[in-house]
C-alpha cells in the first residue's frame, strides 16, 4: 500500500481562465503535487483548471480524490479517470469533506466559488479550529487585492497579526514546493 506524504486540497476554478499561464501552471502544480507522493483533494470535476489539475496529478502518478456534489454528477460534470469520488448531497457537504481530508489547503486562481472556499479555511485557522497550512497562490498578482485586504484587517484592528501571518502567500508552484519541503 502506497503511502502519501499530504492530502492536499486544492480550491480552483472550472473554467481554464483567459490567460494560458492559469493552465501552465496548474498543470505544473498537479506535476509537483503527483511527483513529491502526495494526495490531490478537490472538487471532483472534468471541466475547467480543475480538470487540468487532477490530469496532471494523474500523469505524474499521484491519486487523486474528487469530492462533488449529486447535482454536478447528475450534470456529467465528474471527473470519470481519478482514483477515488466522493459524493455529496450539497456544496456545504462537500466543503466540510474538502476541509476534512486536507492537511494543506491551496486557493489557486477561481472565482467566487473558490474564494468562497478559501475563506471557510480561513475563518476556522483564524479560529484555531485547524491548523494545516492555507496557501494562497498568488500568481502573477492575482489575490494581491486579497492580501491588501488582510492587511488592511490588521490595520483596524479585525484582524490580529498572528492570524494574519497564517495566511501565506506564494508567487507560483515552486514557492509552494519550498513552504512545504
Not at 472534468?46 to 462533488?68: D, K, N
Not at 466540510?96 to 467566487?112: N, S
Request: glycine fraction near 12%; include cysteine; charge should be negative.
Amino acid at each position: 500500500m502506497r503511502v502519501f506524504q499530504m492530502n492536499i486540497t486544492v480550491y480552483l476554478g472550472s473554467a481554464v481562465g483567459k490567460d494560458p499561464k492559469y493552465a501552465r501552471e496548474v498543470r505544473k502544480l498537479g506535476a509537483w503535487i503527483g511527483s513529491a507522493g502526495h494526495r490531490l483533494i478537490y472538487g471532483g470535476s472534468r471541466i475547467g483548471l480543475m480538470g487540468e489539475l487532477a490530469e496532471a496529478v494523474l500523469v505524474a502518478g499521484g491519486e487523486v480524490i474528487g469530492v462533488e456534489p449529486a447535482f454536478f454528477v447528475n450534470s456529467c460534470l465528474q471527473h470519470d479517470g481519478i482514483t477515488e469520488l466522493i459524493v455529496t448531497d450539497t456544496m456545504a457537504e462537500r466543503k466540510t469533506k474538502l476541509i476534512e481530508l486536507g492537511d494543506v489547503y491551496i486557493a489557486f486562481p477561481g472565482g467566487t466559488g473558490t474564494l468562497e472556499e478559501i475563506s471557510e479555511v480561513m475563518s476556522q485557522v483564524r479560529l484555531g479550529h485547524n491548523e494545516n497550512p492555507c496557501i494562497i497562490l498568488n500568481l502573477d498578482g492575482y489575490y494581491e487585492p486579497l492580501r491588501v485586504m488582510l492587511d488592511r484587517m490588521v490595520q483596524e484592528g479585525f484582524l490580529d497579526r498572528e492570524s494574519r501571518e497564517k495566511f501565506l502567500f506564494a508567487a507560483d508552484t515552486e514557492e509552494i514546493g519550498c513552504m512545504l519541503g
